[in-house]
């Protein structure tokens, strides 16, 4: 009796356990088939490992974020089109504004604690060299005269 107990209790947790193996939420993904081998891959995963070895670093299941994101309190200047990439950024970023008005703008990369790390003038296309900057999340700010007029999440890789 206490044999059979044992073996249905480590039937039952172990099929409990299979049923959580590799369970993860995604929005999409897909698996690759070739001559060269197989390719998992899948969109929205949040969890990853890592392995080190000899100086090389391979993450598995890592997805980097694209995020994109608009203040309600930024003003809506309809003339006014913004672009910033590449995000995840890794040696530089690059600022591109178009006003038809013709206003300067300036932008300033902050850390996460709110201080200043770059500023610059921008102009038609500007680009801010990040290679020195610690891998982090930083906010991007886009002024003009009067106000911050757009803001940017951004990742450093």
Do not use: W
Request: glycine fraction near 8%.
């Amino acid at each position: 009796m206490l044999l059979r107990f044992i073996i249905t209790f480590l039937l039952v947790s172990g099929a409990t356990l299979l049923g959580l193996a590799q369970n993860n939420t995604v929005s999409s993904g897909s698996d690759i088939t070739g001559s060269g081998g197989n390719v998992s891959y899948s969109v929205g995963q949040v969890f990853y490992t890592s392995a080190d070895s000899n100086g090389i670093s391979s993450t598995a299941g890592l997805q980097q974020a694209y995020v994109i994101t608009s203040s309600k309190y930024d003003p809506i200047i309809p003339t006014l089109q913004v672009k910033v990439y590449p995000n995840p950024a890794v040696d530089r970023l690059t600022v591109e504004v178009n006003d038809e008005n013709g206003e300067e703008y300036t932008c300033a990369l902050y850390d996460m604690q709110g201080k200043v790390i770059l500023q610059s003038r921008v102009t038609d296309k500007t680009s801010l060299l990040t290679q020195d900057l610690p891998a982090s999340n930083y906010v991007l700010k886009i002024s003009n005269a009067q106000t911050t007029v757009k803001s940017f999440h951004i990742i450093k890789n």
